[in-house]
């Protein structure tokens, strides 16, 4: 019997395009299969954002176009991500045509929870982690010559404008070898420039590694020509920091979006 077929579809920052990376290397893991249609979708789900309206609104309205195929094919649809996250208890409505609602912590449990979804049984895992980081899980990124990397996830700002801290969580920092390692496979496929992310990207620590110890790594790897990083945060900008451009090297470390303040490049 063929693997249930998976259509994905991202809305947002380039960390749901991430973790959607990730989300396909776990389904891959636990046997499914991918299609680029959601017309010849077994499962379809939609990665979604609660930051941008635009991207929010979209997703709203991808649902109301997925009705046909779940009254016509019994299709899985599952949201991921901030807006599951965030507006849970309006997605899973009586009359919601979703059937897994997943957070962004709880990606490790998606062969599980569709299994049990195509059972019949609606399924919800949106519970936040201090310590979940998937730095163990290599993403299924498209062989290119660009590529993001994500350092750490959550946030500990608490900003009165956003919802960071709420949908993804407290921060925490992957592994700096792991990161390193990563860097070093993307080289290896032809990867020339990396974009390092983070909701707070310049707050990452790994015990005696800061965030200039992980940029002077990363652009130490051979092959690599360019890093970039993104989303920073100024209050998190030492001095260490700004000296860590390689100036007498070919390499061009750029941060961008400098939080609310603009972008360098």
Same mark, same amino acid.
């Given at each position: 019997m063929q693997?249930?077929? /998976?259509?994905?579809?991202? @809305?947002g920052c380039q ?6 990376q ?7 893991? $636990?046997g ?9 979708a077994?499962?379809v789900?939609?990665?979604?954002c609660?930051?941008? #309206? %635009?991207?929010? %609104?979209?997703v709203?309205?991808?649902l109301? #176009? ?8 019994? /299709?899985?649809?599952?949201v ?8 849970k ?25 569709l299994?049990?979804?195509g059972k ?5 895992a949106v519970?936040?982690?201090?310590? #979940?980081t998937y730095?163990?899980?290599a993403p299924? !990124?498209?062989a ?12 500990d700002?608490?900003?009165?404008f +956003?919802? /960071?801290?709420?949908?993804? $969580?407290?921060?925490r920092?992957r592994? @700096?070898?792991? /990161?390193?390692?990563? &860097?070093?496979a993307?080289?290896?496929?032809? +990867?020339?420039q990396?974009?390092?992310?983070? !909701? ?5 620590r ?17 092959g690599i ?11 998190d900008?030492? #001095?260490?920091?700004? &000296?860590?451009?390689?100036?007498? !090297?070919?390499?061009?470390? +750029?941060?961008?979006n ?8």
């Amino acid at each position: 019997m063929q693997s249930p077929a /998976v259509y994905i579809e991202t @809305f947002g920052c380039q960390m749901n395009e991430y973790d959607t990376q990730l989300v396909r290397s776990i389904l891959k893991s $636990g046997g499914y299969r991918f299609t680029d249609s959601s017309d010849t979708a077994d499962i379809v789900l939609l990665n979604t954002c609660a930051i941008r #309206e %635009n991207a929010h %609104n979209k997703v709203y309205g991808h649902l109301g #176009e997925l009705k046909h195929l779940k009254r016509q094919k019994g /299709v899985i649809i599952g949201v991921l991500g901030c807006m599951a996250q965030n507006l849970k208890k309006d997605l899973l409505a009586a009359d919601s045509i979703i059937d897994v609602l997943a957070g962004p912590d709880s990606y490790r449990s998606l062969p599980e929870l569709l299994r049990d979804a195509g059972k019949g049984q609606k399924q919800l895992a949106v519970d936040l982690s201090e310590y #979940e980081t998937y730095s163990d899980i290599a993403p299924d !990124q498209v062989a290119g010559i660009t590529a993001w990397i994500a350092v750490m996830r959550g946030c500990d700002n608490f900003c009165t404008f +956003c919802v /960071v801290p709420y949908t993804r $969580g407290r921060e925490r920092s992957r592994q @700096f070898n792991d /990161v390193v390692r990563e &860097a070093e496979a993307l080289a290896a496929s032809g +990867c020339k420039q990396i974009t390092l992310l983070g !909701q707070n990207v310049n707050s990452y620590r790994d015990d005696q590694y800061d965030f200039a110890d992980l940029l002077r790594a990363v652009a130490d790897v051979q092959g690599i020509e360019r890093v970039r990083f993104m989303s920073p945060h100024p209050k998190d900008f030492p #001095e260490k920091l700004s &000296a860590a451009t390689p100036a007498s !090297q070919n390499i061009s470390i +750029c941060p961008s979006n400098l939080a609310a303040t603009g972008s360098w490049s």
